[in-house]
């Protein structure tokens, strides 16, 4: 059987269970057990090449202890045994016995089990069991289809949260280019898509020897507020070869005065599309006394500049909002501007975040330790073989290989104003009190009419409407009235 059938058998499993409700639960579920099985073959791994090497997990709580056997405890007594066994134990693990440790407890603090038929949970830990993730070509199969399953959570309530489309994350660490030795951050990291695309990107362009991969995984930092997505994203580096990914943190980023953050914390580059259109607890905003909001978008932004070493670079994802918002966001920008060189913003048409959202989004690319003096921008267009991306046709790479054509490599050379591209100079963005929401100079506005013919129009058609609702009125009460 192939993986995603495999994967597809699990699901189709799960929905005969009355205690998983939704894709949410379904994918909560799925991804603890995967983790365990997950562990337990890196576990046993790592006990034929380290002489020294014990599993984390207590002997009788190792999946091959009581769900290897396809013919094992199965019904109530599984169900007691997940619930009131497996569970408290994991929740409680000493960090004492190292990061693997520390990676459990994290990943079961806040998970849940729940299912409610043993029988079922059963047929599911056996299917589980025909994965081997030792096998290589199986585990970057499975790391696909696991992609594909996050893809897949658009019906999981707010899933677009920590959603980027692959093709996105994949043009953004493409044009930073991060190196093993890289301190790299994700301090929204969601499901851990940038990670991952920069780990894959480092792998196929710098890592030649076992030290840059070493080097590689000891550089990256994360973090992820939420716990279903906590949980992926640790899932996730371990199907992408991380033995130790207790560097995704389970907190809030935000939690934390801005003031605290000192030069043991700065980073070289950050790669991040922070939840936007979302409003932080309050009492957050006081960790920020020069930026006080409580928009998520603004005070990670904030963050990002504060994070970055001199001469670090990010590539950040903001919406059109952040752009040419007013107050706080023009104070936030001022800033931005003075700290960092805001050297190249893309502009994305509506669609590309669909089905999660439809509003305009920006791809910022900055570096801190030289004022900005010009900014390029990039307007990217949907092919003109479709009118929108969608989710039967999104956005892919090579959709951006013109941008990154007229990039100018990593000096930024050559570039040339086109139909797509324009230049605007620090002084023009202080006269428009610092909104960088400018569109594209080479395309001409659509003439829409003046506006006292267009307010005539109007009130013609309305006029019209209501003659019709009123003859409707006429119809209907002779009708009645018979």
């Known amino acids: 059987m192939s993986v995603r059938n495999l994967v597809k058998s699990i699901q189709d499993i799960m929905r005969k269970d009355t205690g998983v409700d939704g894709d949410a639960q379904r994918m909560s579920q799925l991804v603890w057990m995967f983790f365990l099985k997950i562990m337990d073959d890196q576990d046993e791994a790592l ?39 497996l569970f408290p134990r994991l929740k409680i693990l000493s960090p004492q016995k190292g990061p693997r440790a520390k990676v459990v407890r994290d990943v079961f603090e806040d998970a849940y089990n729940y299912m409610k038929s043993g029988q079922l ?75 991952t695309c920069a780990m894959r990107h480092m792998r196929d362009t710098h890592i030649k020897r076992p030290e840059d991969e070493t080097l590689m995984q000891a550089s990256l930092r994360a973090v992820e507020k939420k716990p279903l997505p906590h949980m992926l994203c640790v899932t996730n580096m371990l199907l992408h070869g991380v033995e130790e990914p207790s560097w995704v943190r389970h907190d809030n980023t935000l939690a934390r005065p801005l003031v605290s953050w000192g030069q043991a914390d700065k980073v070289d580059i950050v790669l991040s599309n922070p939840p936007f259109g979302g409003k932080e607890e309050d009492g957050i905003e006081n960790n920020f006394p020069t930026f006080r909001t409580r928009e998520t978008a603004d005070l990670f932004l904030a963050l990002i500049i504060r994070l970055l070493k001199d001469t670090g670079r990010a590539a950040v994802v903001l919406p059109d909002g952040s752009l040419f918002g007013e107050g706080i966001k023009t104070r936030l920008k001022e800033h931005l501007l003075e700290e960092c060189n805001l050297h190249t913003i893309v502009r994305l048409p509506n669609s590309v975040f669909k089905p999660y959202a439809s509003i305009g989004t920006n791809l910022l690319f900055f570096e801190k330790g030289t004022p900005t003096q010009d900014i390029w921008y990039w307007e990217h267009r949907v092919p003109e073989t479709q009118k929108a991306y969608s989710m039967t046709k999104p956005i892919r790479l090579e959709h951006l290989d013109d941008c990154a054509a007229w990039w100018g490599g990593e000096a930024r050379e050559g570039r040339q104003e086109s139909e797509r591209a324009w230049k605007v100079s620090i002084d023009e963005i202080r006269e428009r009190g610092f909104n960088l929401d400018i569109k594209n100079p080479h395309v001409e506005d659509v003439d829409h009419g003046e506006p006292e013919e267009l307010l005539a129009d109007l009130q013609r058609a309305e006029a019209s409407v209501d003659h019709l609702r009123a003859e409707l009125k006429a119809i209907l009460t002779e009708a009645l009235s018979r």
């Open 47 to 85: 006990e034929i090449t380290l002489d020294d090497y014990t599993s984390p997990i207590p002997d009788d709580l190792q999946w091959r202890s009581w769900a290897a056997d396809p013919e094992g405890i199965t019904g109530d007594s599984l169900l007691a045994f997940v619930n009131d066994e």
């Open 121 to 195: 949970m059963r047929q599911v830990i056996n299917k589980i069991n025909e994965v081997d993730f030792n096998n290589l070509s199986e585990r970057q199969h499975f790391g696909d289809i696991y992609e594909q399953l996050l893809n897949d959570l658009q019906n999981a309530g707010n899933a677009g949260e920590y959603y980027t489309p692959r093709a996105v994350t994949a043009f953004m660490v493409q044009q930073m280019d991060p190196k093993p030795g890289e301190i790299l951050m994700d301090p929204a990291c969601g499901t851990g898509g940038f990670l």
